[in-house]
């Protein structure tokens, strides 16, 4: 039971798995007999479902979006960019057979920074659309911008990042985030974020360190091991029975860590990084919050590995419930809304879905 002398949250959520068991096993079932084309169809009614459960101070969600948006979507992204991709694709294959390396390197990487700049663009155009088409009190989000220009943002930025081994994610994470956010609107107030990656820097750090000590130690120990046994002899090249021990405990030690203490240090760290985002966020004098620690990441990961595995993969239906529930029951607001105030948002709602994100296979429900 809930204490009734806690102060009242601004997100409730109020779903039961119980209720939405019959819609995740009816997807489930259409998609494959259907040959995976009701996905759209399931993904918007899975979202209608989880909207509807969602209370935001005195009024729930509701998702408008249709299945038949988001399949157009799909296909307009298709022609439009994924098959002439696949095109370029055997073009280069044919390239690299008549033995012109050269140009085939070229050409795939010209390709690659294209898909990178249109990776860019699909996440905003996905947001957007999310956004238009979610309503509450009768008042929806949106953006005024296509996301062309966040394309390039997410492409110069991620570039940088690359070349530096990555070190600055975080400074292209929380960049990327803030420019995001900057550019929607819910109703006739924008949303503001100022998120800092410093904070969030020491726990990557962490994260980014702990393979190369990993691979340190690992050799270290497998010298260790394999010249303290030495070969069988001066002229044999047949490694001996501690050698071959050392490389499979080896082995062992980097698939334990790099599955299990690996992850739950990323844990940390994305942990830190949405209290930070979320947290720097505000929509008009409303400021976000996210309250989720660590231990609460970890206890959803555990508990959906679980899942997955129990049911032998059937309980992956279930997965966007519990990451929804997870995410509105540690989402919080502090502040005050005028609802009278609010207009309704001027910004030009997009035609279709989130093509562009399911044609790179980059989607985030």
Known sequence: MSDPSAPARAFRFTGRWQDYAPIAFTNLLLTIVTLGIYT????????????SRTRFIDDRLEYTGTG????????????????????????????????HQGAAAVTGMIVYLAI????????????????????????RGGSSQAGLGYGWRYFWQTIVATFTVYLLMPWSMVRLW?????????????FRSHARWQ????????????????FGAV??????????????????????????????????AFYIVFFGVLGLIAMTFYAAFFREAVGATSLGSLDFGFEATTRDWILLYLGNLALVV???????????????????????????????????????????????LDAFDVGAF
Do not use: C, K
Not at 116 to 138: D, P, Q
Not at 330 to 345: F, K, M, P, R, T
């Open 40 to 51: 759209f169809w399931g993904r918007a009614r899975t979202r209608r479902y989880l909207w």
């Open 178 to 190: 803030n420019q995001r956010w900057n550019a929607m609107s819910f109703g006739s107030l924008p």
């Open 199 to 214: 904070p969030v820097f020491g726990r990557f750090l962490l994260f980014y360190l702990l393979p190369v000590i990993l």
């Open 68 to 99: 038949l948006e988001l399949f157009l979507g799909y296909v307009i992204a298709f022609f439009v960019i994924v098959l002439p991709f696949g095109i370029v694709n055997l073009a280069i294959q044919g390239t690299l057979m008549r033995g």
């Open 310 to 356: 129990v049911t032998f993969g059937i309980g992956a239906i279930f997965l966007q419930y519990r990451n929804w529930a997870f995410f509105i029951r540690h989402l919080n607001a502090y502040g005050e809304i005028a609802v009278d105030d609010l207009l309704q948002s001027r910004e030009r709602a997009p035609g279709q879905g989130e093509g562009l």
């Open 116 to 139: 990178l700049y249109l990776v860019g663009v699909a996440r905003f155009r996905a947001l957007r659309y999310r956004l238009s088409r979610t309503y509450w009190h009768g008042i």
């Open 219 to 252: 050799a270290l120990l497998v010298a260790a091991i394999g010249f303290s046994g030495g070969f069988d002899g001066p002229r044999r090249t047949v490694p001996s029975p501690g050698m071959v021990l050392a490389i499979a405990l080896g082995g062992l």
